[in-house]
């Protein structure tokens, strides 16, 4: 006979805590054998022929930037990053949403509540509780977190930030601030986070990280960055890769001879760099065996595969349908990838800065060697391409801007992070390169070709050899980019795409100009804040 109330692995106190009501089925860092079987009951869940949890996140299939809001209070507020990107809303308005959450989950049959950490680091890391009303939420943040171990979340305490989802319910439109049924809010004074009128789970992941965009900085000096890293097996030297989509950022740190740190969201402190995360969210468009196998193998009992197209027979995923959405993802534990370095943290600096561009013009070259001025300008650029055909009507490459690659998750000014990352790599002698992934010879459209894999990993391995470093530059016009003039295993005719250029100098520098033009405009939204010397490290038309 089955019980009137069920108490997983959690206390009554913990409900009173809360305010749920008495007779709720409380998930308290419930099993993954629990949530699935929790799971299969909420609407188009299955399990897929691999054994992953098939999780439908509604309508959003995605990010909801335009409804990302911190609240405005006075601990925080001269310190924020205010625009377009961070939306105030008023603390009044912020009552409302969270007494809204609350109101929603107090009306479920269960709620799950997962604790866990943000951060390898045990000097910096943060206690995050999770309170949801869906065990595929709970999954999802149980993967994309630090798992604490059984002594730790006996003593896990009150936790330092708490995330309210209840994304089945919208916000109420005529609130002050409110444009849409969809609000995402961050509270700094009270350390908690809203999700209102969206399911799509990556918006806690986000959440946690534009709060160690703030926290990390602020209060610890601790530079957050969204890079992957990775790490030497022998020397242990720790490599940065910064790169939009893409770019080549997971494919390029997933290399058989380094051990993975971390795929998306890092920390770099006093004594090292430490992931954020305790797992990987990672792209299936388009995925197979044999173009990404340790992704693919990892997607097994445990993940959380999103917004897939699979067989209602077989349960076998179809990787290349994108009926859903193109932003088909997988989150699962870091520790499902063979050469993960766990834990997530290596006490050493990093060696080599690698920011990663795709550009589609065929301007840019394959490899170049970056001032410190120079870092910070194309930092805070974060630039690549957007491909022509991806949407309709374009049918010449675009421009992609994100400030430090990562625009739509900071918190600070662009320039707090670029500087702080400047004085990093002088305190500590590291390397920093642009890397073009993108075209060569020509641009996308009118013939180029993309720079093959095969020699982005030979210029790689001549950087972590240290050779690269070492090598003979010559100056790029314009972009004032060093080239070097010779890479082993790469074509010297690849290096220089002056040269390169198949259609001549006048249509290069035509490109070249063009292109340049766009840097220069996307930069004056920051030039009050720049200095000099970052702005004189831009192109010069």
């Known amino acids: 006979m089955s019980p009137s109330k069920v108490y997983v692995n959690s206390e009554a106190s913990l409900i009173e805590k809360l305010n749920l009501h008495e007779e709720v089925i409380l998930r308290h ?19 897929s022929s691999s054994g992953a949890l098939l999780a439908y996140s509604g309508k959003k299939t995605g990010r909801s930037p335009k409804d990302k809001r911190i609240v405005d209070e006075p601990s925080s507020n001269d310190k ?43 000097r910096y890391r943060l206690k995050i509780r999770v309170v949801c009303a869906r065990a595929y939420h709970a999954l999802f943040m149980r993967n994309m977190l630090i798992r604490p171990t059984e002594e730790e979340l006996k003593n896990f305490g009150e936790p330092d930030f708490t995330i309210w989802n209840a994304g089945q319910f919208p916000a109420n439109i005529y609130t002050q601030g409110m444009t849409s049924p969809t609000s995402v809010e961050i509270n700094f004074k009270e350390m908690e986070m809203v999700i209102l009128g969206t399911e799509y789970a990556g918006e806690m992941k986000k959440g946690i990280f534009t709060v160690m965009f703030y926290l990390m900085p ?10 992957s890293a990775n790490q030497g097996i022998e020397q242990q030297d720790v490599t940065l890769f910064f790169g939009l989509s893409g770019t080549g950022k997971t494919t390029l740190s997933a290399d058989p ?32 065996g044999e173009k990404e196998p340790e992704i693919f193998n990892a997607i097994k009992f445990g993940s959380v595969l999103e917004n897939v197209v699979y067989d209602q027979e077989t349960r076998v995923v179809d990787y290349d349908d994108h009926s859903i959405t193109e932003n088909t993802r997988c989150a ?3 520790d499902y990838i063979p050469s993960a370095k766990i834990p997530c943290f290596a006490n050493t600096h990093p060696r080599n800065i690698i920011l990663l561009t795709c550009d589609a013009s065929g301007v840019l070259p394959p490899v170049s060697k970056l001032t410190n001025a120079q870092v910070m300008y194309h930092f805070i650029s974060g630039y690549t391409s957007k491909m022509a055909g ?53 641009s996308v459209s009118k013939g180029g070709k993309r720079c093959p894999l095969k020699y982005t990993r030979a210029i790689l391995d001549s950087i972590h050899d240290g050779s690269l470093a070492k090598a003979e530059y010559e100056t790029l016009p314009t972009f004032g980019l060093q080239i070097p003039t010779s890479v082993p295993g790469v074509p010297k005719e690849l290096l220089n795409p002056s040269k390169a250029w198949v259609e001549g100098t006048s249509k290069y520098n035509g490109e070249v100009t063009k292109l340049a033009g766009l840097f220069e405009e996307n930069f004056k939204k920051y030039s009050s804040e720049a200095t000099k010397e970052v702005i004189a490290a831009g192109p010069s038309v």
Not at 95 to 106: P, Q
């Open 29 to 47: 860092n419930a099993s993954i054998p629990t949530l699935y079987e929790d799971a299969l009951l909420e609407k188009k869940t299955a399990i």
């Open 80 to 122: 924020i990053w205010w625009g377009p990107v961070n939306k105030k809303v008023s603390e009044q308005t912020w009552k409302i949403s969270r007494e809204r959450a609350s109101d929603y989950l107090r009306t479920r049959e269960k709620v799950y509540v997962v604790d866990a950490y943000a951060g390898w680091d045990p």
């Open 218 to 227: 602020v209060n610890h000096n601790v530079l957050t960055l969204h890079s």
């Open 257 to 288: 001879n380094r051990l993975l740190i971390g795929d998306d969201e890092h920390c770099w402190s006093d004594q090292g760099v430490f992931n954020i995360e305790g797992g990987c969210y990672a792209k299936c468009l388009g995925l197979s």
């Open 332 to 334: 699962y534990p870091i």
């Open 390 to 442: 991806t949407e309709e009507g374009v049918t010449e490459p675009e421009a992609t801007f994100s400030a430090c690659f990562g625009q739509p998750f900071l918190a600070l000014h662009p320039m707090k992070y670029a500087q702080m990352l400047s004085d990093k790599i002088s305190e500590h002698n590291a390397s920093a390169y642009l890397l073009n992934t993108g075209w060569t010879g020509s």
